[in-house]
């Protein structure tokens, strides 16, 4: 069963549109982290998220934790081509400190 | 601060070959952490790593999957017989005990033919 689910799976929007990728658990959230991704490389930290209400941003990057839902949203406003790439969320149930990551959100902004 | 090292990037192999990965953590970090993303696939943790002990190795398929940190730094993840479906990307994560961030080095994309 999947444990982390994240929406949508692909997204493409223009340039200095806004958008939001969503990412629920299934399971107790004890910290959620969101990563960035281009294709065939490593995974670039963005944030950490570990109390219930909690809210981070970076740039324009701004992420959300929401611990009764079990839900983080990652919010980006005024999208640009350099924030293109895979987004995934990372999932830390309480369990010996490892990850459960979701499948990843594709973005690609075009001009 | 230097990040976390990996080699080779890119590797491709015939079925029933060997191959092996390196992966350098980040300098301090006792905590070491092999995953495998397969494309289109969100990483799954393969080995963890606490010095030179493991553990968590539920996920590696130890039947061809083995992987060590003898001296609690450097690790090597090994696979032998690869099958077809090992091609993915290999990613080597490293962080401080307890629940804080992993950090990924850059990733070895492995083809089996």
């Known amino acids: 069963s999947q444990e982390l689910e994240q929406s949508p799976q692909s997204l493409i929007v223009q340039e200095g549109k806004n958008l939001t990728i969503n990412c629920t658990s299934s399971?107790?959230?004890?910290?959620l982290y969101w990563y960035k991704q281009k294709y065939g490389e490593g995974l670039i930290f963005l944030m950490m998220?570990?109390?219930?209400?909690e809210e981070k941003s970076h740039e324009k990057i701004t992420a959300k934790l929401d611990e009764k839902k079990q839900q983080s949203s990652l919010h980006i406003t005024a999208s640009q081509p350099s924030h293109a790439g895979i987004y995934l969320c990372?999932?830390?149930?309480?369990?010996?400190?490892?990850?459960?990551f979701g499948t990843g959100t594709r973005l690609q902004v075009f001009p | 601060e230097a990040g976390v090292a990996q080699s080779p990037r890119y590797k491709i192999i015939e079925k029933r070959q060997s191959v092996a990965f390196w992966c350098n953590p980040i300098?301090?970090?006792?905590?070491l952490y092999w995953y495998q993303q397969i494309l289109g696939q969100g990483p799954k943790l393969l080995i963890q790593?606490?010095?030179?002990?493991?553990?968590?190795d539920s996920q590696l398929p130890k039947d061809r999957f083995s992987a060590e940190r003898l001296k609690g730094v450097d690790s090597t993840l090994k696979i032998q017989p690869a099958k077809l479906e090992d091609s993915a990307v290999y990613l080597c994560?490293?962080?401080?005990?307890?629940?804080?961030?992993?950090?990924f080095g850059p990733g070895t994309r492995l083809t089996v033919l």
């Open positions: 994560a490293s962080s401080s005990p307890g629940p804080d961030t992993q950090y």
């Open positions: 399971k107790t959230l004890y910290g």
């Open positions: 998220l570990q109390k219930g209400g």
């Open positions: 990372g999932a830390d149930t309480g369990n010996t400190d490892k990850l459960i």
């Open positions: 300098s301090g970090h006792a905590t």
């Open positions: 790593f606490q010095n030179n002990g493991v553990v968590d």
